[in-house]
């Protein structure tokens, strides 16, 4: 029983492995994808940190560009559901999807080698986001343990977007799914990102404060020790235990959720 079971985890990991090579690779051959990755960071810190910034003023005082960045990382991450979607729904829409449910591989391997090559994509757009922070003047100031905690926090919150997307995706057209970012660019406005929570008008405080985005700046802020006033209530209070428990939730909601869809696609 035993021995079956490590056997069908090593055939799962092993295909889940091969399809999220074929999403890398396909990335790779995008020229016009690679070039707006790196693209992107570069100008979102030239826009908001150099453009924008000059006009913010940071509550509690302290360098516009070291409060932006935290909000920036956590920003891309929670971005990245759009990205998953338009490809799980290209796949379902082009038969990609259905080709391999009938070919002889794990079930679980096509989502996880979404979830793979979502995860690596994710982890190359932090890192130049950082590269063009650093460029930009920000830091961390608490020592690397923290930074890293910092980052763990940062890829969870990319996880559960990516299992967000995978549900979504595997419900929308193509079409539907490129559209996808109108809806989603405005939650992630509505947050820590850009400025506290503590600086909005009252009635939309609460909102910015309990944003799933909120906890994750709020508390990557406070491990690279970037300044910032996140507020006085309880959700600004505890943003690191909300910061690991949100991406819990969602990833615990939608992955049974996405897996029900991905087998209920042939009824």
Known sequence: MIASTIVAVRWALAD???LARRGLVHWVRNPGMVAGVLAYPAVMVLLFGYVLGSAIQVAGGGDYREFLMPGMFAQTMAMGVVSTMIVVAADAAQGVTDRLRVLPVSRAAPLLGRCLADMVNGTLELAILAGCALVAG???H?????????????LALRLAMV???????????????QAAWMPVLPVTFLSATFV???????WLEPVAAWNPLSATVTACRDLFGNPGVAGDGWAARHALELAVAWPVVIIA?????AVRRYRRLDR
């Open 142 to 154: 608490r020592g690397p343990a923290a930074a890293l905690a910092a980052v763990g926090l940062l």
């Open 196 to 202: 506290s929570p503590a600086q909005l008008p009252g």
């Open 163 to 177: 299992w967000l997307g995978i549900w979504l995706g595997l419900g929308l057209s193509p079409q539907g799914a």
């Open 16 to 18: 889940a492995w091969a």
């Open 138 to 140: 920000w830091s961390w």
């Open 253 to 257: 909601v939608c992955a049974p959720l």
